[in-house]
């Protein structure tokens, strides 16, 4: 098992699955525990349900999918992974930070500025550059921990501040951007000229009241749920930095026990999740923006122009990436040709639709 897995007590994780209760269940053939760290409020949710019914009806019952939505099973990135890894959790959906510490390379879905659009991104992360990281994650795990797609949480990041419109990277100079406490983030928040300013997100609101921090870099849906006008955060620049990837991981010997018919169906069944979490946060979005604007809220998109800036002010955290992160070249190189084999073929589509 990776050593960058931190062991865990199973009998403390056995004792929420007891607690959480498993009825239903008994009568399938193959019984599978999937949990998400938010609420039913959150696109995870949202694809979880679609995953259910998909995988229990697909396989005539054989298959029984049990929903755990909060911490009953675990509560951070490091300890969920581990649970996948040792059988007491078969699915876990975290970001790309929750899981960086396993497998550091999945930080590439954080550096900024490389998918252009959701077309791009869903595009992307729909194909072989996935299985690229899955392969990966299966060797870091000795084939214990697998991924099974990546889709979306939360829509795309964007800068947002109490204090200013932010139009060039000039305008972030001296901004305390709050960021979590992985280095790739701060990396990026320097490179910009802002200070990076780790903060612990339950913390957030009352940082921005108090002025510990002026900034940070979130979706829309996370700020308006936060409420985060509410403690003084005015501006939002649409720069889309980055896409707030959702990294879904299954317990590898969970998965190949079944036969391959089955697993087809799970294959399926994460298809379906992915396309509902592609969806969600677009929906949810226009109503947290027009309610972000409706109370005085900044918007600000960037021209063309701006956001080549932006893009150029951040690319030493591309070096940065390659040079400190392990598996950052393979990882990197595999994004950038994934992204214009997309670009490539959004282009021809293009061409032959508006002509």
């Not at 056995?14 to 696109?43: C, K, V, Y």
């Not at 990277?169 to 990396?187: C, N, S, W």
Request: aromatic share 8%.
């Amino acid at each position: 098992m990776n050593e960058l897995l931190k062991l865990i007590s199973t009998a403390a994780l056995g004792a929420s699955l007891l607690a959480g209760g498993m009825p239903a269940a008994m009568s399938a053939d193959f019984n599978i525990r999937a949990t998400a760290n938010s609420n039913e409020n959150d696109e995870d949710y949202d694809g979880l349900v679609v995953f259910k019914n998909y995988v229990e009806a697909a396989s005539n019952g054989k298959i029984s999918v049990e929903l755990f939505i909060g911490t009953q099973l675990c509560s951070k990135g490091a300890e969920c992974l581990q649970g996948v890894a040792d059988g007491t959790i078969d699915i876990y959906i975290s970001t790309s930070g929750g899981a960086a510490g396993a497998f550091p390379y999945v930080q590439v879905l954080d550096l900024p500025y490389l998918m252009a659009s959701d077309r791009v991104a869903e595009a992307v992360l729909s194909g072989d550059f996935t299985r690229t990281v899955r392969d990966m994650a299966l060797a870091d795990s000795g084939a214990k921990i697998r991924l099974m797609t990546i889709g979306n949480t939360g829509g795309w990041r964007n800068f947002a501040n109490t204090k200013r419109r932010v139009q060039n990277p000039g305008d972030m100079e001296g901004l305390k951007i709050r960021t979590v406490v992985a280095d790739l983030p701060q990396e990026l928040v320097k490179a910009l000229g802002a200070s990076p300013t780790p903060i612990p997100w339950p913390e957030l609101f009352t940082s921005f009241q108090t002025g510990v921090v002026e900034g940070s870099k979130n979706g829309i849906t996370d700020i308006m749920g936060m409420k985060f006008p509410d403690a003084g955060l005015k501006y939002i620049t649409l720069d889309g930095h980055a896409y707030m990837g959702a990294l879904w991981w299954m317990n590898n010997d969970k998965f190949m026990g079944m036969p391959e018919d089955l697993r087809q169906v799970v294959v399926d069944g994460f298809i379906a999740l992915r396309q509902a979490t592609f969806a969600s946060p677009k929906r949810k979005s226009i109503a947290a923006y027009e309610e972000f604007v409706a109370g005085g809220g900044d918007l600000y998109v960037p021209t063309p122009g701006e956001k080549a800036a932006f893009k150029s002010a951040a690319a030493p955290v591309y070096e940065w990436f390659k040079s400190n992160v392990r598996g950052g070249p393979e990882v990197f190189d595999a994004l950038i040709s994934a992204v214009e084999e997309a670009e490539s073929a959004i282009s021809a589509a293009n061409a032959k639709d508006i002509n």
